[in-house]
């Protein structure tokens, strides 16, 4: 099996195709994975629009801060996103664009396994 540049960790429960969660390094991702290939997909080799089994694609890192007084806390969640995917690039980092890379390639081998 070919090695990543980046570390790939799939949560738990996560074990089959569709919604699909996890970490690469200290990022977090999710992918929206389809059995078999359709149009309007992320396509492996062109990193663009096409023929796959890559339906949606999330990079991202969340920061929680905690505010307020003791008697009334409030918690403020900000979502910063390096890559996002759905029938197109809405945001697309190139600094991040070998996390792109091994993600796709990840799920590629994961789509090609087979039961015997």
């Not at 570390?7 to 390094?25: E, L, M, P, R």
């Amino acid at each position: 099996m070919d090695s990543y540049a980046h570390h790939i960790v799939i949560s738990k429960g996560n074990t089959g195709h569709a919604y699909v969660s996890g970490t690469i390094d200290a990022l977090s991702f999710y992918v929206i994975v389809h059995k078999e290939p359709f149009a309007n997909a992320l396509h492996y080799e062109t990193n663009d629009l096409g023929v796959g089994h890559i339906e949606r694609l999330l990079i991202y890192s969340e920061d929680t801060d905690f505010e307020g007084s003791p008697f009334t806390p409030s918690m403020t969640i900000k979502r910063n996103v390096y890559a996002e995917f759905h029938g197109g690039w809405f945001v697309y980092n190139p600094i991040y664009e070998s996390y792109v890379i091994d993600l796709m390639r990840y799920f590629k081998q994961r789509s090609a396994f087979h039961t015997v």
